[in-house]
């Protein structure tokens, strides 16, 4: 079964989307850091455009920063979603949910321990809220391809 490049990009929108929400409940649910360690986070990955002068402190809100990091966290979600999408193309529903959740952890894996020896700053965030964020990720990354990539009756 081909894969639907519209239907994975769209389903990696959603899944950054569903995955920020996710990580700022669990860091005003288990944490007192909020907002500062969500704007920590956007200039860990602004920081891989713009240069480590971003890098906090302060952590503060910064429109420039927010921009770019939220370009780079989309562009990577749909890239993500790119990669699943042919992965998950023929499994049904919950293998599919299963693979999402199997790829988040992969996903984990290469961001905060891979991508650190390039961009050594993440590693400030290497936690078990940034590990279930990703394995929300995943799934949510998964759901919505599946749903979206079915054929249409007219």
Do not use: C
Not at 27 to 43: E, G, K, Q
């Amino acid at each position: 079964m081909p894969i639907n490049p519209g239907a994975a990009a769209a389903a990696g929108i959603i899944a950054g989307v569903v995955a920020t929400g996710a990580q700022l409940v669990l860091w005003w649910v288990f944490t007192d850091a909020l907002p500062s360690i969500f704007y920590r986070d956007a200039r860990l990955t602004a920081a891989m455009l713009m240069g480590l002068d971003v890098l906090p402190p302060p952590a503060t809100f910064e429109w420039k920063v927010m921009i770019v990091a939220t370009f780079i966290h989309f562009m990577l979600s749909i890239a993500y979603g790119l990669i699943l999408a042919p992965l998950i193309s023929r499994p049904g529903m919950v293998a599919s949910m299963l693979a999402g959740a199997v790829f988040g952890l992969i996903i984990y894996a290469m961001n905060m321990y891979g991508m650190t020896l390039i961009f050594p700053w993440f590693s400030v965030a290497r936690d078990w809220i940034t590990l279930v964020t990703h394995i929300v990720f995943g799934i949510s990354l998964a759901v919505p391809y599946k749903l979206l990539s079915r054929p249409h009756s007219a």
